[in-house]
């Protein structure tokens, strides 16, 4: 029994740098750039493409779901044409391929944060009300993704800087940055402020809970990874992106997910496998059974 288990931590040691903090991979969109969703390196500052929605989707909010291991998207409401709302619907995205899938038409076109309550299961929405005529408002929508049920909560005054990202923490706090960090009142809505973020443009928060980090992406010259303080609002560097491709308004979106393996950590995986069903299946020799074939 030991040996096996030795051989299984043996191959699963190839899968993980040494010498780093674990996390989760980080997955953004840029629909005023593109209709890929891209994969974030926190370790090195490479950001990839992953593949594309799909024609003529643009997918902005994101929201990742540990329990059903799902990646939820929402349209977006700007792409590179402009300010567009799409058809309002609710997707899953695939996080090997980009692939978005509809899940069905939830009647909120202007989905400016995504965020899921890790208890309930429900997601919460945030919209910008009436964008194209002097939004003034914005509102707040829980959304039940097994059946996609969207249930009004409460609208508010739209706060000066507030939030377009969301992101549920820790504690089942929901907390929502844009020019400013929030915390949103899931009774009601309403944003109230943490902090400023003057001086850095960027309008994402995604809480990682494998590295207990609140992560956000600047964008323009401020395009880099943070992390962020939640109890102040203060963002500090952790590494600018390698690539400086993107200098508008990039990302939108941003959720953080377990990376879907390389084919070299499924060959090792496999390795490690083969070498364990090998002792499993092995017959012991004569006269010296005592060993493999009983159990502990």
Do not use: C, H, W
């Not at 990839?48 to 902005?60: E, S």
């Not at 058809?87 to 995504?114: C, E, F, H, M, Q």
């Not at 200098?247 to 083969?274: K, Q, R, V, W």
């Amino acid at each position: 029994m030991m040996r096996k288990f030795i051989l299984i931590g043996a191959a699963l040691t190839f899968l993980a740098p040494s010498g780093s903090v674990a996390t989760n991979a980080l997955y953004a969109t840029a629909p005023g750039q593109d209709q890929y969703l891209y994969a974030i390196n926190v370790a090195n500052g490479t950001r990839n493409q992953v593949g594309q929605f799909g024609a003529g989707t643009y997918i902005g909010a994101l929201a990742y779901d540990a329990a059903s291991d799902t990646l939820y998207g929402t349209d977006a409401i700007t792409t590179p044409n402009g300010f567009v709302t799409g058809p309002g619907n609710l997707y899953s995205i695939d996080r090997k391929t980009g692939v978005a899938t509809s899940l069905g038409n939830i009647g909120l076109d202007s989905v400016t944060g995504l965020a899921i309550d890790p208890n309930s299961g429900l997601l919460y929405a945030m919209t910008i009300d009436d964008l194209f005529t002097g939004a003034t408002t914005s509102s707040f929508y829980s959304i039940d993704p097994s059946t996609i049920a969207t249930t009004f909560i409460g609208t508010n005054p739209l706060v000066p800087g507030g939030g377009f990202e969301m992101t549920v923490g820790p504690g089942g706090e929901l907390l929502a940055l844009g020019g400013g960090l929030f915390q949103v009142d899931v009774g009601n809505g309403s944003q109230s402020p943490i902090g400023s973020l003057t001086g850095i443009d960027a309008r994402t928060i995604e809480y990682d809970p494998l590295s207990g980090t609140y992560f956000s992406l600047g964008n323009s010259v401020d395009s880099g990874i943070y992390s962020v303080d939640p109890l102040t609002g203060q963002r500090t560097l952790i590494t600018k992106f390698t690539d400086r491709g993107f200098l508008g308004n990039d990302f939108y979106g941003l959720a953080a997910a377990p990376a879907i393996p390389e084919p070299t950590g499924f060959a090792l995986f496999g390795l490690g496998s083969l070498l364990v069903a090998s002792i499993k299946n092995r017959k012991p020799a004569s006269g010296n059974d005592s060993t493999l074939s009983k159990t502990p």
